[in-house]
């Protein structure tokens, strides 16, 4: 399994994946955009030749690094991968100059919860409706020195 940047070419294929693991996703020429942003905050991870999950990250203000998604194909879950996906996305923020991290998720997502918890994100805040009415959302903090 590796884990490295996406190539432009593979975009259409991470945006099918995230149509079939999220209710709302983004369309792939987000993802693009994304991508001509910052190539190193795309990541893929890749098994056998096959596409099993992606990360994305952004850089927002004063070094706010944003965990945006860590998303699966279902056969690729309950392995590691998610975890070892989250810390490479993690490592490209911090390359990229973010000083704290923060990352986003459905407060009922239990197994998103976890694994940041097991990497050591912390709840910080929860803002209702923000994915849309009755879809909340909970923003996770890795504490200490860089968060
Ligand atoms: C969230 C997701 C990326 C986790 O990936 P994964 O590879 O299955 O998780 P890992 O195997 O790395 O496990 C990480 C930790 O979470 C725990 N965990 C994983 N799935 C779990 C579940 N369904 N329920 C409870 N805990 C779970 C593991 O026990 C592990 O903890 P540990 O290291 O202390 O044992 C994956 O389930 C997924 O793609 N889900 C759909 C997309 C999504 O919700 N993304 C997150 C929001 S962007």
């Known amino acids: 399994m590796t884990i490295r940047p996406a190539r432009r070419a593979e975009i259409d294929a991470i945006a ?3 149509r079939e693991v999220f209710a709302q996703s983004f369309p792939a020429f987000s993802l693009r955009q994304f991508h001509d942003l910052d190539p190193e ?3 893929v991870a890749e098994d056998d030749g096959r596409l099993a999950g992606h990360a994305l990250g952004a850089l927002g203000r004063d070094g706010e690094g944003w965990v945006l998604v860590v998303a699966l194909a279902a056969e690729a879950r309950g392995k590691g991968l998610g975890r070892a996906l989250l810390a490479a996305i993690c490592a490209a923020l911090e390359r ?3 000083r704290r991290i923060r990352a986003t998720v459905a407060p009922g997502n239990a197994a998103s919860r976890a694994m940041l918890a097991a990497t050591g994100f912390e709840p910080l805040a929860e803002e209702k409706d923000y994915f849309g009415p009755g879809e909340d959302r909970l923003v ?3 504490p200490g020195g860089r968060g």
């Open 16 to 18: 099918r994946l995230d």
């Open 41 to 43: 905050l795309l990541l």
């Open 96 to 98: 990229a100059g973010a």
């Open 140 to 142: 996770m903090a890795r």
